[in-house]
């Protein structure tokens, strides 16, 4: 799902993302497409 702002990760990219799980808007960098969560919810498993 697009979105616009900063990601709330790393607050420098663009976010491009909603996580389903949480709400966060997050980057590419920071969303995990496999699981389909942010890095916070997988807990650092990307």
């Known amino acids: 799902m697009s979105q616009s702002g900063l990601c709330q990760h790393c607050e420098n ?9 949480c709400g966060s808007l997050v980057c590419e960098r920071h969303f995990d497409r496999q699981h389909g969560q942010c890095a916070s919810c997988l807990g650092g498993r990307q």
């Open 13 to 21: 990219a663009p976010a491009s993302h909603t996580c389903p799980n």
